[in-house]
């Protein structure tokens, strides 16, 4: 495609009123105008707004640099990235994105190694700023003077048409930013827009670039990716696209080693999109844990065999899985734990009689443990009626709970009491 000049539609073509815009972000604009500045809202809120939907949040871009933001917000600014330096600005207790225009001069403080971009903080004019970004749907300005959208490079039209496509060439701009692959897939599975063929054939023809993105980066861009909605499509997508075999290698194929396994995670994945649509809280360490369990069921049994108990067996084998996964991802601590805990969890399901059924119960991963319990119910006749089992002690009071589980102990008599003569 070819880069157009600019095009601006006004609110009778666009639609969007000042309304639509966050006070906070308006607040923030307003002040960068106050001083001379330029300041538009950039990205994804125009995006999703073109297309009917309500922005979670307002990237603002601007011509101020990152020391002039920070001179008019003082200590409502932060100046953080090296990467990408970009100020985050506080305004009653939001945070915004405020970034200045990217330039295109080939001096100054970009780094790009074998067309990779290690970093970018060459700053220049709005134009340019357009055609350094990802889509040509995430390149469009609003501007809250004049109430138009500021176009220059098709994002309008092909918002219109339903197509995502990069601007410029797809095999460079991945190359220069393979994570870009990944937010292909977000946007087509999260708004519908759908990606151009040679969007397409580029990340077929350069889906092992992914390898290079730094393994913190990426696993956000998963989380991201797999809260977007509809994780479904996304992991279809991810498939289809083969990038999952170069972040999960080993988890992949013993996914696909078994049925079960499969629809484990599309269970696990539809559950996902159905809590974020009814506004409940999701967590990674529940997709984690699904993607994950696979292969460490596999390592865990190969252990028992070799002579470790189950608890043992299953600690050893989360071990394994995390070292195995930290070359493709850096899974945080946290999530980690969150992880072992679901896991450790399902071997002390089986156990329904004595004290450790509270203590199951009471332990604090116990509800996500419990949903995995049940998303695994068509693993095995067992696993079902476990699942019903659990279900069914929640239901009851804790002196029903007890005869449950301490079957053969008499249940405790107090004497009556005496009435008072
Ligand atoms: P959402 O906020 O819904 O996730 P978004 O498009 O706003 O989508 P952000 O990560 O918030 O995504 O980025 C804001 C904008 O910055 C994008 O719309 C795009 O213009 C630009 N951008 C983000 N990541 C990249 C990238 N890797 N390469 C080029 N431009 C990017
Ligand atoms: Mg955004």
């Given amino acids: 495609m070819t880069i157009s000049n600019l095009q601006t539609y006004n609110q009778s073509q666009h639609g969007i009123s000042c309304e639509d815009i966050f006070p906070s972000a308006r607040a923030i604009m307003t002040k960068l105008l106050d001083h001379n500045y330029k300041a538009y809202i950039v990205g994804g809120a125009v995006r999703d707004l073109l297309l009917g939907q309500h922005p979670k949040d307002f990237d603002i871009a601007t011509d101020a640099t990152p020391e002039q933001i920070k001179n008019i917000f003082q200590n409502k600014c932060r100046l953080i990235g090296r990467r990408f330096r970009l100020a985050h600005v506080y305004h009653n207790r939001e945070m915004y994105e405020v970034a200045t225009f990217r330039g295109v001069a080939q001096e100054g403080d970009r780094v790009i190694n074998k067309g990779h971009i290690l970093r970018d903080n060459v700053f220049g004019e709005i134009d340019q700023d357009a055609i350094r970004r990802d889509f040509t749907c995430n390149a469009l300005y609003f501007d809250i003077e004049n109430n138009n959208v ?159 108990n189950q608890y043992e067996a299953m600690n050893k084998a989360a071990n394994e899985v995390f070292a195995i996964s930290r070359k493709q991802l850096a899974i945080p601590k946290i999530i980690q734990i969150g992880i072992r805990n679901i896991w450790l969890l399902q071997n002390r399901f089986n156990f329904t ?67 008072a003569h």
């Fill in 150 to 308: 500021l176009d220059f490079c098709g994002g309008f039209d092909d918002i219109n048409k339903n197509k995502l496509q990069f601007i410029g060439e797809a095999p460079k701009r991945i190359v220069e930013d393979p994570v870009r692959m990944i937010r292909a897939i977000r946007f087509q599975a999260k708004l519908g827009l759908i990606m151009t063929d040679d969007l397409c054939q580029a990340i077929q023809n350069y889906h092992n670039t992914i390898e290079t993105v730094s393994v913190a980066r990426l696993f956000d861009e998963l989380v991201k990716l797999f809260h977007c909605g509809n994780a479904f499509k996304a992991f279809e997508l991810m498939n289809e696209l083969n990038l999952f075999k170069h972040i999960f290698p080993q988890a992949i194929k013993a996914i696909n080693g078994h049925k079960n396994n499969v629809t484990l995670i599309h269970n696990a994945l539809k559950s996902t999109d159905s809590r974020i649509k009814q506004n409940k809280s999701v967590t990674p360490i529940f997709l984690f844990a699904c993607f994950l369990w696979p292969l460490a069921l596999e390592k865990s049994k190969k252990l028992q065999q070799k002579g470790s």
């Fill in 353 to 419: 009689r004595g004290k450790k059924v509270f203590f199951t119960l009471d332990h604090q991963r116990f509800r996500a443990a419990y949903d995995f319990l049940l998303l695994r119910k068509h693993e095995s006749i067992e696993i079902k009626e476990l699942g019903d089992w659990w279900t069914n002690i929640q239901t009851l009071s804790k002196n029903k709970q007890r005869d449950m589980v301490f079957p053969n102990k008499k249940p405790s008599k107090k004497p009556p009491k005496k009435k």
